[in-house]
């Protein structure tokens, strides 16, 4: 059994500056005002006006423009991402991925969960990592006894690794952000969406800017801590 920490990947190449995604953006709005005069070619209208649109709530211009990030999670972090109905996915299959073959190297992976500390809560631990070896010792006899992987699946524990791939406009990204990084969400969730989060705002100005993050928590204060 292997254990890993989960992660993403950004598919969709950005721009330098995010200047061309936003440009996009400013291309399609000013069809409704009749202000395509007012483009200029460093990207400043761009900017200007697509930080107008967010402002006002003039959302569905980022409609056109969308973005595709690779997730390595747990089941249960991407059964909640797959609620987000706008949104497109495309996800390691658990019915036809048979994890006792030569390219999973003979074994499920397991996605860590964060929250119990290895030193701290040793006993949880060890007994989280003993559930899951048990879990794949049932599904590899299964398999070994003419069950099907999309039967034998029935045994593998909700932590099983899983890649989601989740592409969906921007319009529909922010609304992701602003459900899946306030301290309400679950934290695995968090784990995923609080870094992503900072990485965009980093890379397309505007769009992303007014959503805050805080990850992770301080734990001394108890407050909440912006992620430098």
């Known amino acids: 059994m292997k254990i890993v920490e989960p992660k993403y990947e950004i598919l969709t190449d950005i721009s330098e500056g995010g200047i061309k995604e936003l440009q996009q953006i400013e291309r399609v709005a000013r ?68 994890y006792s073959k030569e390219k999973f190297e003979g074994s499920i992976t397991v996605v860590e969960p964060f929250y119990i500390d290895k030193e701290q809560n040793r006993l949880f631990y060890r007994k989280w990592v003993e559930s899951c070896e048990l879990a794949e010792k049932t599904y590899f006899l299964m398999l ?27 319009r529909e990204w922010r609304n992701i952000f602003k459900l899946r990084t306030p301290v309400a969400a679950h934290p695995q969730m968090r784990e995923l969406m609080c870094p992503l989060l900072k990485e965009l705002q980093s890379k397309i100005p505007v769009v992303f800017d007014d959503i805050y993050t805080y990850w992770p928590k301080d734990e001394q204060t108890g407050k909440e801590s912006v992620e430098e």
């Open 31 to 98: 069809v409704c005002y009749k202000s395509e005069d007012k483009i200029t070619p460093d990207g400043e209208s761009a900017k200007k006006l697509v930080g107008f649109l967010v402002k006002q709530g003039h959302e569905a211009m980022l409609e056109h423009s969308q973005l595709s990030v690779l997730f390595t999670c747990d089941r249960g972090v991407a059964n909640e991402l797959v609620r987000h109905r706008i949104a497109s996915f495309a996800q390691e299959s658990t019915r036809y991925c048979n």
């Open 144 to 170: 070994m006894n003419g069950y099907r992987p999309e039967q034998a699946r029935c045994v593998l524990p909700l932590c099983l690794k899983t890649e989601i791939v989740v592409t969906a406009n921007y």
